[in-house]
């Protein structure tokens, strides 16, 4: 282990970039910054990530794709469980910040780092989520925080910057951003109350597209695997080919409120067009091709799948079984399902499956009994209110 390394989880932001001057200048340390791709960044969105990076005066920077990863050990099971926290949000930023932070520690350990640091403040889950993780994995590692531990402001770090040399145009939005596979998490003056909503202009994508578009999205085992015409061998793709087509309409938008992890509520907005079609689709082609019971546990272990990688808790071996759970009910989840999207909403209006159960020899639902006659059901009508009965007396 080097003494002198530290490990810098940066974004290029204003938090990250005080953290890298401050930890090579102050705290006279080799500074190693990774940024950590999930999903949501172009080739460009990294290049100008490490040319900033570079321009602090770090010793190495790194970007890892982990994105892969991200998919199968965690976003295929969100959409198996169908999961919306309070059944809104799809954990868009609560799942990937556990990603990166499993990558970060990877990444400390092969260099032989001594030290991780990440720009996180003291009011939020994410350095829950990070320490958490570095805690578990990489224990040996010492954590420094200095946003958090020093409770800095914006203008105290750009104050810092400048008197460092570093006179960058930290101007930006006066709304931040987290953007990955699943989703754009969207924080801003309105978040921070309990009844604004978020203007048109602070989403990431403006809703340009007017006409209706009908899509079908192809499943198989419980993965999205076609859209339209196109089929994939990864997911990861289609769930992009989705969202390129789905993003233009100003689906999937909305607010999120929650309790956080430190105990305090929450508000974020979000836009997540592939996330929310994905996870509503599924859930219909389900409830053609499961049964009740089957329906009524998924949704109780998913409940506690979300609620548990939300608060950091995904390393506990519980998860894992959860998982086994998931993926084994999706044996016959496979088939289409038939969408329109439209401005600001999206329509699911049917499937199609050979393992659709509504196409059955016994009987079609409200029209025709063909497996039972009218003197069956009579006295099945008449057991079923025995006990009934029974407690009326």
């Not at 969100?78 to 930023?93: A, K, Q």
């Not at 044996?331 to 699911?348: A, D, H, I, N």
């Not at 499937?351 to 009994?369: H, L, P, R, V």
């Amino acid at each position: 282990m080097d003494s002198n390394k530290v490990v810098l989880a940066f974004s290029g932001g204003l938090d990250t970039s005080y953290c890298a001057q401050y930890l090579r200048k102050e705290k006279g340390l080799e500074v190693y910054s990774v940024i950590v791709d999930t999903g949501g960044f172009s080739e460009e969105d990294l290049h100008q990530v490490r040319q900033r990076a570079e321009s602090l005066g770090v010793a190495q920077h790194e970007s890892i794709d982990y994105t892969q990863q991200y998919y199968q050990k965690c976003l295929k099971y969100l959409i198996f469980g169908n999961v919306l926290r309070n059944n809104t949000y799809p954990l868009s930023v609560s799942s990937e910040r556990m990603f990166q932070a499993l990558a970060i520690a990877e990444y400390a350990q092969k260099i032989g780092a001594k030290y991780i640091a990440h720009g996180s403040t003291g009011a939020g889950n994410d350095q829950v989520r990070f320490d958490l993780a570095f805690q578990v994995l990489v224990p040996e590692v010492e954590i420094i925080t200095p946003i958090r531990d020093m409770k800095l402001s914006r203008e105290a770090e750009i104050a810092y910057l400048k008197a460092s040399g570093i006179d960058m145009d930290w101007t930006k939005s006066q709304y931040s951003y987290n953007q990955g596979l699943w989703g754009t998490s969207v924080g801003g003056k309105e978040t921070l109350t309990s009844h604004q909503a978020l203007p048109e202009e602070a989403y990431p994508y403006p809703a340009t597209k007017a006409e209706a578009q009908d899509i079908v999205l192809i499943f198989k085992k419980g993965e999205l695997l076609g859209v339209n015409e196109q089929s994939f061998e990864n997911p990861v793709e289609a769930i992009q080919a989705l969202e390129k087509i789905a993003r233009g309409y100003g689906i999937g938008r909305d607010i999120h409120v929650g309790d956080t992890i430190i105990g305090i509520k929450g508000r974020v907005g979000f836009e997540a067009a592939a996330a929310l079609i994905t996870i509503k689709a599924h859930a219909l082609l389900e409830k053609h091709t499961l049964g009740k019971w089957q329906m009524y546990w998924k949704e109780q272990l998913a409940n506690w799948y979300g609620m548990f990688l939300h608060e950091a808790q995904y390393l506990d071996p519980v998860m894992r079984h959860i998982e086994g759970f998931l993926e084994d009910t999706q044996k016959t989840v496979s088939g289409k399902v038939f969408v329109k999207l439209q401005p600001y909403r999206f329509e699911l209006q049917g499937i199609d499956s050979e393992f659709d159960m509504m196409q059955s020899k016994f009987g079609s639902y409200g029209e025709m009994n063909l497996a039972w006659e009218g003197e069956d059901v009579k006295g099945f009508i008449k057991i079923l209110a025995n006990s009934l009965k029974v407690m009326k007396g």
